[in-house]
DNA sequence: GCCAACGTTGGC
DNA sequence: GCCAACGTTGGC
């Protein structure tokens, strides 16, 4: 089992939105970078286990946590011509895009801020994809190590 | 709104 | 394949 992280704009998609979703599941689509993709697609699993990361916003940070309930499949949304994300150059029979669904697991009693996150950059959390400069992958792994250090962080136990 | 740090595009 | 121009992300 994997650790991802999920970057989502809390205006358009947050937390609470996906726990309000039917069956508090949401497929994540929409990705349009490749490393992403290739992430989606290839490397997450049904069973792993993602934080939602909430971006450009007045408290970007981490708010909680999602279980992946099914894999890489293609994105619907780059073939539909009104959609914000259409891409006419992904064809359905071989997809450029891809998506995955997740499940709402838990809302962080408190938020772990960005702020926060660094303050750890160079001891527990060092090398964490999210905190290296000028990352802006809206899909990252996590160290299994880092995943557990952040879920005591939000029960306030370090 | 600014701007740094990217990723993508397209001419050559 | 190079690289300048352009677009996007995302914190501030």
């Not at 959609?83 to 997809?95: A, E, L, M, V, W």
Request: charged share 25%.
């Amino acid at each position: 089992m994997n650790y991802w992280l999920l970057k989502t704009e809390p205006d358009t998609f947050g937390i609470d939105d996906l726990a309000k979703a039917p069956g508090r599941t949401s497929g994540w689509d929409g990705v349009r970078n490749y490393q992403a993709r290739n992430l989606l697609r290839d490397a997450i699993k049904l069973g792993d286990r993602a934080f939602i990361y909430h971006s450009s916003c007045p408290q970007p940070g981490i708010a909680g946590t999602a279980r992946v309930v099914r894999a890489g499949y293609p994105d619907r949304t780059a073939f539909a011509a009104k959609d914000p994300h259409f891409d006419p150059g992904s064809d359905p029979r071989k997809p450029r895009w891809f998506s995955i669904d997740v499940q709402f697991e838990q809302r962080f009693e408190r938020l772990v801020s960005l702020d926060e996150l660094r303050q750890h950059a160079n001891k527990k959390l060092r090398g964490m994809v999210l905190l290296r400069t000028g990352n802006r992958l809206s899909v990252s792994p996590v160290d299994a190590a880092h995943w557990r250090f952040i879920l005591a962080l939000s029960r306030g136990v370090t």
